[in-house]
């Protein structure tokens, strides 16, 4: 459930294809994950992404190059400053930011990663695993995706 929201609610109406990756990526992927991006981007795919890591931001860099809507989750309360590349975005009207937490909510946590990855899971029409680590959070999430819906990179 989306508590707070910035931005274009109605990309919420689009297909959206959520992507989910974990921290730690061997760099055999990474290359996989960058050419994901760019080929949804150039489709104009609307991804919806927590965008906290290293790959995440990379992908949400890929994507920002281009015009096509983008939903950005938190994994805490909604931001008290958005950045101005951000604000940019919001207000050409292709970026919502969602978070399923109140604003007392100031820090990420593995649980609130968890709890944003099922929001994220929620929200989707797709959802696209660019890696998921043996053991983590995201390998057991995965078992309770609907497998109509999972695809991997």
Not at 94 to 100: I, W
Not at 102 to 125: F, G
Request: with cysteine; glycine share 6%; net charge positive.
């Amino acid at each position: 459930m989306i508590v707070s929201s910035l931005g274009n609610k109605d990309i919420l109406k689009l297909h959206k294809t959520a992507f989910l990756c974990s921290r730690d990526i061997p760099a055999s992927i990474v290359l996989k994950c960058y050419d994901w991006a760019v080929e949804e981007r150039d489709k104009g795919t609307c991804v919806i992404g927590g965008f906290h890591s290293r790959i995440e931001k990379d992908v949400f860099h890929y994507l920002l190059a281009g015009t096509q809507p983008v939903i950005m989750a938190l994994a805490r309360g909604m931001k008290k400053r958005i950045e101005p590349e951000l604000k940019k975005e919001i207000d050409k009207g292709r970026l919502l930011v969602v978070t399923p937490f109140e604003k007392e909510i100031e820090y990420v946590t593995s649980k609130t990663a968890e709890v944003r990855n099922r929001l994220m899971i929620e929200l989707a029409d797709k959802v696209v695993i660019g890696y998921a680590s043996k053991g983590g959070m995201l390998e057991n999430l995965i078992l309770e995706i609907d497998v109509n819906k999972l695809n991997t990179l």
